[in-house]
């Protein structure tokens, strides 16, 4: 800890030295000192869920209405759920994940990056289905490490989101996930803007913090487009057939994200 302000000139030598667009330092509670050159370049809020507590207190936490109550509807519906990580369950995936991103107005990511990723991480990688008459409705994606279960990606059906097919679905996590010994599910960071998702994850009884990120470019410019610049492209996302947004997900992803 003490050597921190020598890692933070060496990390800014470095980026002068070598020419380098930026550096950016991504800690989870630290700060660089004021004698850092660094400076926020965005701000997010990170939830994590403890699932240290008893499975009974879990469900009392969580918001009754939105939550609870959705949970229970749910079964009531009869929705099934299905995990593991086929070809046929990442089609499924994908299939919701596409009709998500549009609905957000966002690309998708390609889907050979989800492929790569279940070879790179195997067994640590589940897709969950939530199903309503053998429909796939809801599905959640989450990495493993350690005692961490890790909330990567969830995306739906809207034509069905009065089955409660998300609530059902991080409710099935969450006891999956005590039961195999997990000690937390990281729900990971939001937007600061984005109030829906902040609040959903707030309900469910997630612990929240603020995240910040830290930049330092030597060119003295800003390294993350403004929001107003990125909306001409979120417009075209709602028009574009499957087809095209698939391929425009593929070329533009790695720099749009």
Known sequence: MARLPEFLQWLEAGCDGNLWSYVELRPL???????????????????TLDLSLPLEEIFRRMHKNSIQRRIRRGEREGLTHEVGRSDEMLDEFYRLLMKT??????????????????????????IRLARKNGIPIAALLTLRHRSSVI???????????????????????????KASGADEIDLGRSDLDNLGLITFKDRLGARKQLLRYYRYSPLGKPVTPPAWALQPFRQICAILPDAVLRSAGRILYKHLG
């Open 151 to 177: 909330y990567k990606y969830g995306c739906s059906d809207q034509r069905f989101h009065h089955l409660a097919g998300m609530p059902f679905l991080f409710w099935r996590l969450i006891e999956e996930s």
């Open 29 to 47: 509670s630290l700060c660089p000192d004021g004698d850092s050159r660094l400076r926020i370049s965005q701000s997010y809020y990170w939830h």
């Open 101 to 126: 991103r549009r609905r957000h107005r966002f690309f998708p990511q390609p889907r050979t990056w989800f492929r790569n990723l279940i070879g790179c991480v195997g067994n640590n990688l589940q």
